[in-house]
């Protein structure tokens, strides 16, 4: 997804629904999609103007431009659980709190990144901040759908290994 | 075919853990006639088990019991339940391991002597020397069939190799070539050479590289006198009232707790673990554990300097493609104190997949520093620094406060640096970086050291009872009948990865053990 590089006055998209700078768009009760509609997801058990927010808070953690939403919404789904929903919400309200006292507004309605990132600075000591982005090394990296992205091949055993596919193709040297 | 032992048959050596020391131990042992149970805390996976995807395969090899941390190193804060990645299976962490074998140098054998006194550092020189270990080393490297030694080729150079070399010949560096490697580069003992997967770290699934899972454990099997009984985790060694081991007390799988009788008792859990297992084992006649008189047990933890240097070029590399170590510089690794420090280091390539650079190559960082680095993976070159550390008695293993699922206190590891260790890092951080640049890196990344891979010295070889735990044999100075056969004999710990030098020594252990055996001493 794109960031919003443009102070946004009222667009199309507030009046449709709660937009949000970042893209993500909540469609309505329990329910929220990319803007580019390349992804969708349900809600269980936290607003999905919460869950939009941690997804975009993910993205600011460690923001690949080519890494699409979803994977992001598939390293953070786990917190949209019943156990795991309360503190989160916790988090996000916070979140939201210290993005209203540095910023002006809401999280998700911060345009630039290097923004968002100063409000995340302000609070990387914080339990909350931390859980999500020690959570996100394995959620996001570990799924095998992102690895493509930056060249990884994964196991090569089922292949033959490389003796015959390139372990020493080097060719600029 | 495996050995029934009796749990009262009081004939047999007890040997714990089957990695690098215990895992050779048992099978040399067994050749010459010795009924061995080998009683392992983890289960046994073997090639066809193995897991090319590095955290299932972490989660299926690692020890992941809880352990605790303290000290100024970087580990206790990012990795606080971890500070090692030990396996916990069938073959130790010789499945996890890299293969990379060096020989010590001469001289570091005798680093007190060569380095002088250095304040702050517990040095010490080994009571066994050079010429002592080179017929062992031998039987290693023919046993480990490493790569360059006894008329074997060297591996192949790949991709990330090339680079590493190319940097390193621009320096001037001229001992540079892919390693003394425990992987086969032909074919030896039905194990086929190394097919250049990658995933090294996470058990070959060619059984291409050594280790003691399908080499040394089932040969020893084969012989009818070893007994290795898995998910047996040892909660303490026993001894009689004349003060000698009389056997030792494993919880197996389902929890229900036994006890093994022994005429001998071998500890080889790794330098955790070990000392771990004395200091736990402590009676009314040793308060303070086991084979403790000297205070030495746990002291004097090691784990090489390390540190790693990734670099970013504008084009393709695939560093995950091949051997995990596949060269050395050996430049470095000379001691010359005109480099503003003691002992020295090797540099040895190295790569992680995607998902461990992930975790590893800036432990806590986030936001566009750290993920632009990450964006050109695919463009990155990796390197190790392996440099020789100074044993502190105040580093050391101790008991925590925090207990297993058996109800056993766990094991405390406290690590600072010695200010020689940060002088020889950051010199090898310069050198590392410099070989990168030399071959047009645009980024260079100094990268912290990782949980422990090598864990060295907590039960220490000394000729002197007062300064350690062992003697030359590995035998414990209190008590005749109870030795150490792994890495936590280690004196010092020299520039070079450690195993070959663990193995040497289990084999020529074995052989003490024979003879004392046989002439009735123990
Ligand atoms: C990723 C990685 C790469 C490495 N690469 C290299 C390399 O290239 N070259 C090199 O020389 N070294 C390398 N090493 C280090 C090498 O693996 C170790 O030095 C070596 O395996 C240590 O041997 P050990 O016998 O001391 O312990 P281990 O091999 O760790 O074996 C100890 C065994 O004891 C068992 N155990 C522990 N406590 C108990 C108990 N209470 N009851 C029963 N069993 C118990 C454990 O489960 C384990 O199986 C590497 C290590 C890692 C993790
Ligand atoms: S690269 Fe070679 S040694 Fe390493 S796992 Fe693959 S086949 Fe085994």
Known sequence: MTTTTAPRGLTRRQLLSRATAAGAFVCGAGFVAGRDAAWATEMTAMTPESFATLVQMARDIYPHDRIPDANY???????????????????IAALDRRATDLKGSRYLDIGWERDRAEVLRSMADDAFFEKIRAGLVTGLYNQKAVWPIFGYEGESYSQGGYIDRGFDDIAWL | MPAPFDLSDDS?????????????????????????????AGGRYLPEDYVNDEWESFGQLAWLDPRTTSGDWRVAKDFSGLPAWIVKAVGGTTTHWAGASLRFQPHEWKAATTYGALEGANLL????????LAPWYARAEEKMKVTRTGG??????????????????ALGYEEVHTGRMAINSDWYDDRPPCQQTGFCFQGCKWGAKWSTAYTDIPAG?????????????????EHGPDGKANGVVYAAEDGTEHKQMARIVCVAGNSIESPRLLLNSASSIYPEGMANSSGQVGRNYMRHLTGSVYGIFDKPVKMWRGTTMAGVVQDEARHDPSRG????????????????????????AWGREFTTALDSYENMAGMWIVGEDMPQESNRVTLSDTKDQFGMPVANVHYSDHQNDRAMRDYAYKVGMAMYDAVGAT???????????????????????QDGVVNKWGQTHDIANLFVSDGSQFTTGAAENPTLTIVALAIRQADHIAGAMSKNEV
Not at chain 2, 12 to 39: H, S
Not at chain 2, 125 to 132: R, S, V
């Open chain 2, 443 to 465: 980024r260079t990344l100094p990268t912290p050291p990782y949980p422990s891979t090598h864990n060295l010295g907590t039960n220490r070889m000394s000729a002197n009872p």
């Open chain 1, 73 to 91: 919404v598939t390293a953070v789904k786990g917190y949209d659980t019943p156990e795991e929903a309360d503190a989160t919400e916790a988090g």
């Open chain 2, 341 to 364: 420090f003691v002992g020295g280091f090797e540099l040895e390539t190295l790569s992680l997949g995607l998902p461990f650079m992930a975790a590893f190559l800036d432990p806590g």
């Open chain 2, 221 to 237: 099997e084969a012989t009818g006198n070893l007994e290795v009984r898995e998910k047996a985790h040892v909660l303490r060694i």
């Open chain 2, 125 to 132: 020189d080994w009571p066994i020397d050079d010429k002592e």
């Open chain 2, 152 to 169: 074997r080729a060297g591996l192949p150079g790949s991709n990330n190799y090339k680079v590493f070399e190319t940097g390193a010949k």
């Open chain 2, 12 to 40: 047999v050596v007890v040997i714990i853990g089957t990695g690098a020391g215990g895992g050779v131990l048992a099978n040399e042992l067994a050749q010459k006639g010795i009924g061995v149970v080998a009683l392992e």
